[in-house]
T-cell receptor, first 113, second 113 residues
Framework: DTEVTQTPKHLVMGMTNKKSLKCEQH?????MYWYKQKAKKPPELMFV???????INESVPSRFSPECPNSSLLNLHLHALQPEDSALYLC????????????FGDGTRLSIL | SQQGEEDPQALSIQEGENATMNCSYK?????LQWYRQNSGRGLVHLIL?????REKHSGRLRVTLDTSKKSSSLLITASRAADTASYFC?????????????FGEGTQLTVNP
């Protein structure tokens, strides 16, 4: 079992839908991350939150909107997605200081119809 | 960019043999991390080596880092079928907001029983 929990595990949505991906960790980590991973490719960083503030946005389209309501939760709000946004979305957490490994959830597999 | 380039892209060995994966990168880093990903799962952190370290061991894993050549290698000794997975190197730069990881393309390791 992973210590980072992501819900839902699978999501199918149309291009006009609005949905949210959720991530939760209880390890006391104060940095949380969203990655996008296409099939047979490495994860690509999308957003970093540090101490509940957005610190890195890797030029992600505005149809992806992250939110960090508290130190344990991270959301990714989705709206008007395109078929090319179909991918595995991974959440990770770590301590923000020093050389710390990141702990990953098992991801949400998103399919856009 | 920090992104690692891995070699080989795919490796197939018999149980009990050793597996070596290589990673090269282009820019300065202050640590390099290796992760494993089983099919359909999130990434699992294996080992972190700092830029002032040359070699590190963890169980059956041995990692080397040569900052002058900007390269690293991961050796898995006495491989097992359960080691079958994708392995990613992640050259890392620690920022005040957390580690920015840029994953390499990965090596798909298959260990045949």
């Amino acid at each position: 079992d992973t210590e980072v929990t992501q819900t839902p595990k699978h999501l199918v949505m149309g291009m006009t839908n609005k949905k949210s991906l959720k991530c939760e960790q209880h390890m006391g980590h104060r940095a949380m991350y969203w990655y996008k991973q296409k099939a047979k490719k490495p994860p690509e960083l999308m957003f970093v939150y540090s101490y509940e503030k957005l610190s890195i946005n890797e030029s992600v389209p505005s149809r992806f909107s992250p939110e960090c309501p508290n130190s344990s939760l991270l959301n990714l709000h989705l709206h008007a997605l395109q078929p090319e946004d179909s991918a595995l979305y991974l959440c990770a957490s770590s301590q923000p200081q020093g050389f710390q490994p990141q702990h990953f959830g098992d991801g949400t597999r998103l399919s856009i119809l | 960019s920090q992104q690692g380039e891995e070699d080989p892209q795919a490796l197939s060995i018999q149980e009990g043999e050793n597996a070596t994966m290589n990673c090269s990168y282009k820019t300065s880093i202050n640590n390099l991390q290796w992760y494993r990903q089983n099919s359909g799962r999130g990434l699992v952190h294996l080992i972190l080596i700092r830029s002032n370290e040359r070699e590190k061991h963890s169980g059956r894993l041995r990692v080397t880092l040569d900052t002058s050549k900007k390269s690293s290698s991961l050796l898995i000794t006495a491989s097992r079928a359960a080691d079958t997975a994708s392995y990613f190197c992640a050259p890392a730069l620690v920022e005040t907001s957390g580690s920015r990881l840029t994953f390499g393309e990965g090596t798909q390791l298959t260990v045949n029983p």
